[in-house]
């Protein structure tokens, strides 16, 4: 079973800095797509940034030049990396491992880290 396990939400003051951290278990770094997803009270859940196994990454436009995603495939983990937090940043941050096998798409969620950004 994958489990993912995230860390490194907290508080910070807008133009502040934080840094997440997922780690998967298993083998799922080399057959998954990673992302992060955030998900605001009353709003759908939306991707922030993901990476695919070999390396490419997407990014919201919202946090293109703020954000870096990154994976370490010999610790399992991956990384977001953000800079210049603003208010609409405040959001419940999630992990996600997506692949397709076949017809058939896996996907699995972290429990959720929260990063709240206010003065």
């Known amino acids: 079973q994958v489990q993912l396990v995230e860390s490194g939400g907290g508080l910070v003051q807008p133009g502040g800095s934080l840094r997440l951290s997922c780690a998967a278990s298993g083998s799922i770094f080399s057959t998954h797509v990673m992302g992060w997803y955030r998900q605001a009270p009353g709003k759908q859940r939306d991707l922030v940034a993901n990476i695919s196994t070999t390396g490419n990454t997407n990014y919201a436009d919202s946090v293109k030049g703020r954000f870096t995603i990154s994976r370490d495939n010999t610790k399992n983990t991956v990384y977001l990396q953000m800079n210049s937090l603003n208010p609409e940043d405040t959001a419940v941050y999630y992990c996600?491992?997506?692949?397709?096998?076949?017809?058939?798409?896996?996907?699995?969620w972290g429990q959720g880290t929260q990063v709240t950004v206010s003065s």
């Open positions: 996600n491992a997506a692949r397709t096998l076949l017809w058939r798409k896996f996907v699995y």
